[in-house]
């Protein structure tokens, strides 16, 4: 258990409302990841951060854009969501043992109607 | 982007039997990762990979890091029925931030 949090779980929402997703971690980990994940294409990074204010993006970034003001928390905006924003999405850290482990948060399933 | 291949696509074995696993890449690496994914849950890391040739076990799985740095194998001895699952790997690059993942492993173990 990597401490990884994510928030809400579960969220139906309609074309054209924006969306946050939250992930929260406890053990002060620089990096962070966002992923996206979908059948017959795997896990895509969406953006990720290697410190407070530092994010850069990934391979899907169009229509996400981020947020980390705090260490702990790496936040995933949909400005405004459309049905191909519709998947699974995975948090992630980095972390800092003898390599670059990297640990998953348990997910936050969204579909978009 | 970079995306790793990985075979094969989906197993269907008897409980008892040995599994092997494989994900390949155009590209150098100096990590591997291999993970297990449950429905609805998020992938659980099994087994890192830091050095070329390096072989490391888990319990039952063990995961050998190749000699080239393109490719990694994953071999799961004596399958039980909680060993059903997605397996994927990923890979990282010297000179990155980002891992790369295969696309998975489905596997079905038939008690």
């Known amino acids: 258990d990597a401490g990884i949090t994510q928030s809400p779980r579960h969220k139906v929402t309609e074309t054209g409302t924006p969306v946050t997703l939250r992930c929260h971690q406890t053990e002060n980990h620089r990096y962070m990841y966002w992923y996206r994940q979908d059948p017959g294409h795997g896990l895509r990074l969406i953006h990720y951060?290697?410190?407070?204010?530092?994010?850069d993006k990934g391979e899907v970034s169009d229509g996400y854009s981020v947020s980390r003001s705090k260490t702990e928390d790496f936040l995933l905006t949909l400005e405004s969501a459309t049905s191909s924003q519709t998947s699974v999405y995975f948090c992630?850290?980095?972390?800092?043992?003898?390599?670059?482990?990297?640990?998953f948060g348990p997910g936050t399933r969204l579909t978009v109607t | 982007g970079q995306q790793l291949n990985q075979s094969p696509q989906s197993m269907f074995i008897q409980e008892g039997e040995d599994v092997s696993m494989n994900c390949t890449s155009s590209s150098i690496f100096n990590t591997w990762l291999w993970y297990k994914q449950d429905p609805g849950e998020g992938p659980v890391l099994l087994i890192a990979l830091y050095k070329a040739g390096e072989l490391t076990s888990n319990g039952r799985l063990t995961a050998q890091f190749g000699i080239t740095r393109k490719d990694s194998f994953l071999n799961i001895s004596a399958s039980i029925p909680s060993d059903v699952g997605i397996y994927f790997c990923?890979?990282?690059?010297?000179?990155?931030?980002?891992?790369?993942f295969g696309t998975g492993t489905s596997l079905t173990v038939i008690p």
């Open positions: 992630a850290i980095r972390g800092v043992g003898q390599g670059y482990e990297q640990y």
């Open positions: 951060s290697y410190g407070v204010k530092d994010t």
């Open positions: 990923a890979g990282l690059m010297n000179t990155g931030n980002q891992f790369y």
